[in-house]
T-cell receptor, first 112, second 110 residues
Framework: NAGVTQTPKFQVLKTGQSMTLQCAQD?????MYWYRQDPGMGLRLIYY???????DKGEVPNGYNVSRLNKREFSLRLESAAPSQTSVYFC???????????FGDGTRLSIL | QQPVQSPQAVILREGEDAVINCSSS?????VHWYRQKHGEAPVFLMI?????EQKGHEKISASFNEKKQQSSLYLTASQLSYSGTYFC???????????FGQGTTLQVKP
């Protein structure tokens, strides 16, 4: 029972490097989300996708791009990483929007 | 705008009760509650919908005052496993776009 799978689990980047965080869900959910969580803080929505082929900005979209590749997969790309993007990134899915969100284990990203 | 949670932190003994509050300045369609243990992913607890419907955990209850845009999470007869950080997430548009509060840290001691 995989649920929501995120890769990689840990990553260290240098300022200016690019990287794609991968997320896949096997629950046949329509909606998928990307959040970031900074130390001692709540979750902030970066982007979400209500269904395959659609994406929309959340609270903090600057510096990120997303791709909803198919119903299962939703990736998050940092084109030119900055130290301010050091955070834990969580992917989540729900069936449909407004239903309980199921979270992956997170990607811990450090940018030096 | 981020909802405000209170209190910021609570320390309980096993068996004691706790209430965590979540207040928004915006009209809400639903309120979601999640618990996160240190180093882990958030886990769904409860959804409260406009109109009174609730979905969630059997041993945890919650309320949603639509007029005041406030929700409260009630943890009764707390167990050690209840320890963690509790987040409310508010949805103003029924799109699933949640705005989360800053969290309430609950510690249950033996």
């Amino acid at each position: 029972n995989a649920g929501v799978t995120q890769t990689p689990k840990f990553q260290v980047l240098k300022t200016g490097q690019s990287m794609t965080l991968q997320c896949a869900q096997d629950m046949n959910h329509n909606s998928m989300y990307w959040y970031r969580q900074d130390p001692g803080m709540g979750l902030r929505l970066i982007y979400y996708s209500a269904s395959e082929g659609t994406t929309d900005k959340g609270e903090v979209p600057n510096g990120y791009n997303v791709s909803r590749l198919n119903k299962r997969e939703f990736s998050l790309r940092l084109e030119s990483a900055a130290p301010s993007q050091t955070s834990v990134y969580f992917c989540a899915s729900s069936a449909p929007a407004g239903q309980p969100q199921h979270f992956g284990d997170g990607t811990r990203l450090s940018i030096l | 705008q981020q909802p405000v949670q209170s209190p910021q932190a609570v320390i309980l003994r096993e068996g004691e009760d706790a209430v965590i509050n979540c207040s928004s300045s915006k009209a809400l369609y639903s309120v979601h509650w999640y618990r996160q243990k240190h180093g882990e992913a958030p886990v769904f607890l409860m959804i409260l919908l406009k109109g009174g419907e609730q979905k969630g955990h059997e041993k945890i209850s919650a309320s949603f005052n639509e007029k005041k845009q406030q929700s409260s999470l009630y943890l009764t007869a707390s167990q050690l496993s209840y320890s963690g950080t509790y987040f409310c997430g508010t949805d103003s548009s029924n799109t699933g776009k949640l705005i989360f509060g800053q969290g309430t840290t609950l510690q249950v001691k033996p």
